[in-house]
């Protein structure tokens, strides 16, 4: 039985009504399979340190240069020009940019919560009502298929990204009301879903596919948010596939979509990887709600197959440019590695339904990094300069780091984010607190036993190893915390008020520290940051022989800025040396460099020979975060280095 | 000044008027900068052993199966249908099927000259006749661009191949013609080309490009055919770049074509891998012909390019699929590889200019890797299956080997090559004998100062070092005998008449033995066929830390089907165990196999760890021979094996 017939059966608890601004980013509270919960983002207020400076960066510079771009583009001319159809401005841009637009309206709702901005919120006001104007009574809204398209709608569903722009634009919606209580753009979102809901599904039905997954994730947020079983449903339907005959889906399509069959017939990452990652997310909000057991089987298959051979140690997805896809099983090419911002975060949203769901360290590892390193690296440290492929290696040559793309989807995807961020370092839980992701941080919320809790977080992070956690409930109340112990930090320390707590950190687990717990308590957690040489699979053909240098969730690259001798891809690791950090506070924002005594090949050997490689010169090697590439100008760069 | 320009004022010797039986592949008896000169087809006959089973495949086999497939998709049918303009029998095929016939017809040319064979001259007459059928009065000659689209003739230069089709007919008609001394087609050639010289050139008179460079080379072999100047001045203004404004090229399609630009400002192979190698091997012949310096220069960095950065072990070129491209310098991916056969066999007649220009061993090297491996490996030994992709690594689940391609390129373009093989092997100069490649094989020929000489060679290669060369001048006579010592050959010893040469064989040079050559004198070489490990440049990312397997002029990979343990993507080579050669008669066609007591790693270790891999699981391993891979149907495979 497919899934979508099979939901009209269920039941489902009623939703509890959870004020807009107390719901969670993802707004989890009564959905069934979640087992933890992420808090609202206005809950989590970043102080001075790592990601404090990249959401100041996102709200001061990133949002609103960004606003001014997508003007002189003709992204809002797009929405104005519909609602005065006698002038003759011709739209602009590709078919997707109401999605750049909407993406940008998230970014900026969030900022809100943790900025507050009246002239912000009034030009998003403004940029609403210019949306709306263009919406038809019919509810449908789009700016490409207007005029002379407008005869196309629907007819290009594997192309035509109608559903794809309406996914964003009701994330942007969800947002803006969480945060400012303000529902206008959300009942536009809701009167154009309510429309396909009334015309489109099985048969007699039209047929609808989304030729770029995102809409599901959106249709569960937004049953979530409103109770109305109808979007849950719609997601379910399109996760189905059942409109693989109607929509005559070729096979290639199947593939690269990653739609137009049935989802829990997948047992692999392929096609184009935002498109299959989003799939991948909508339908794992899709288990959240309803866990069906072949649904939650795929589930597990395919973050095996993210986490076990497709995923850069970057955090970085999307092997090949050709059809912005994911390759074969260890097809991981550091140079040729397509790894677009997007896909990047795709994968964070899809790792973080998988730790709502199982609350297992390692979902949170992968989001560490992906975040700290191939999302981070994305935007450029003055918030102006986005990247749309994040390689692992690259040349002074490659124009990597750029202020537009007419594909503008990551810069804003990018902001959204950032200016949501906070809320993806803390859960709540039936039983506790969760905390995931380590940075200076406040945390002002509640126990899910309504208990109002404060928390404060003093950390070196991601530099140092240090992390202060005070906490202060409202009153005693005895409940878990849960402290993630990363991967990386193989020899954890924990102290709960000056004594060594019982519990032993295992890495890539959560500690677990059950007690009653009073206000002012004080965890001291010190994590490993030793510097550490990291190993890929024998099988992924470009690392074999190689290590990439992590010290604690940061991955380092080896850029020629820093290293004016021998170019740097003839540098290698000398085994036998160690590599020492040094923070230096005025480069790139103070950060934490290695230094190693290395080696460097000879420049010019025969392409074949006889002879092995030899590394017999010693080289000075310098490496910065990996995510700073190219951030004093191009320069070639890589993040994986020979070991001699 | 623009060589076009130049070429005008430059005079030539008059061409000897030499037979078409006796002008050689090449026919370079008058070209000024030819140091050698390469011996007609119908000379060299193959004796039992390797390329002897391998032509007589073509012949027996493939030449005849391609004809019924060619005439099954229609191609000599888009030639009647032109001829009988009333039939509604549609044109099949893309728009380049014309010169699949073209290429099959020069393979079948080629055949006679080896093996006579009246019935499928009489098929080569007919289907002459078919196409001349097909040509217009002004010479125009094009199954594309005729009726609805006759239009769009010189329209679509870029990507219409029309100037790519008349350069095969005109090989085709060449070939043909120095093997019978018929010049039908020869003649329709040339009444299309000079319908070009008309028409064409600077202005005033109409632009010209080779969208896919091609024609310039057929040109200068009609120019020393014919010793008609009037085409080696249409070569040159193709190669002049004259027209990029005219025909508005783009800087991207600059790239792609390797045309629309100064040939002589180029400085890398760039682009589609095979457009560019026939640029550069069209811009060698006129070179030959021309001598200038900028040319020289110009080659002389692009052939460097090549082998020093461009070039797969196996000889194979074109490293993306993505525009079927060259990559940049040391991307050359293993599993990923597009090597197209067509793009090694043109690297192959690139360096056969290269060398004939300069004598100088690495080119015939280079020549005889690709020979050997890379183009070996896109016929399949029964003769009815081919590559159009030739990788270095795939899956059982990859479909490399098949019977037919839309795109007919590389079959047809197999055959031709190994039909004409024989010429590869021997050249003259005015000082000498040139033996560059070692098979049992004959040379019924004469000495550049007219003396008769016969010549048999028999030898144990590819598998065996053993090689006696007999000569039979008609009298005795003081000349230099040249040859190859090949670079994989580290120590090899000579003999003369029984006596150690003076001598002394240096690999990749050929060793000049200058003396009074009697009827009957024999020459005793011994190759060296150790087994050796090849390495990469440390910068060819996925060979690092790897080896290929190398024996005589055979490169070896692991296949599944040989290794019934690990998977061949988890074997390693043990550097402490040797490397055995085994030959085995029985399989494919007779073999020696390399076995070797290797190591496995654990195939499931996680995609990222902190431990360096390890492989303590010894596991056998055999090697066969590249050019075989799949020969026994889909497997899992690979050349470059990590070494612990």
Redesign the interface.
Known sequence: MRPVFALLLLSMPVLAQVPARDQGLLHLTATPNARLHPVPVRTVAFQAGFWKSRQDTTVRASIPTLLALLEEKGTLDNFRRLANPDASVPRRGPLYTDSDLYKWLEAAAWSLAIQPDPKLEATIDRTIDTILAAQEPSGYLNTWFTGERRSLRWTQQTSGHELYCLGHMTQAAIAYYRVTGKRKLLDGSIKFIDYLVRDFGPAPKQPLLTGHPELELALAELYRTTGNRQYLDLAAYLLSGVERERRKISNRDHVYLFAGRPFTDRTQFEGHAVRALSAATGAADYDLETGEPASRRTLDTLAADL???K?F?TGGVGSR??GEAFG?PF?L????AYTESCAAIAGMLFHHRMLAATGDARYADLIERALYNGINSGMSSNGTLYCYRNPL?A?ASDRIRNPWYDTCCCPPNLQRTFAALGAYFYSTSKDGLWVHLYDNSTLDWHLESGTPLKAQLKTGQPWRGDVELTLHPARAEEFTLYLRIPS?S?KTTVLVNGQAATAQPQPNTYLTLKRTWKPGDKITLTLDVET???????????D?????VQRGPILYAAEQTDNPGPEV??L?IDHRNPISAEFRPALLGGITVLNHKGLA?DST?????????S?AQPAAITLVPYYAFHGRGPANFTV?L??R
């Open positions: 986490s076990t051979s995923m140690v440019a050709s074969d097809e090419p550091n140079r040729q290696s040349t990386w193989l550490r040489l990291v190993y890929a699979n024998p099988r992924v053909s470009e074999y022989g190689k290590a990439a891809f003839d290698a090949f050997p025969s392409l074949y020979t006889f002879q092995p490689p590394a994986w020979p070991i």
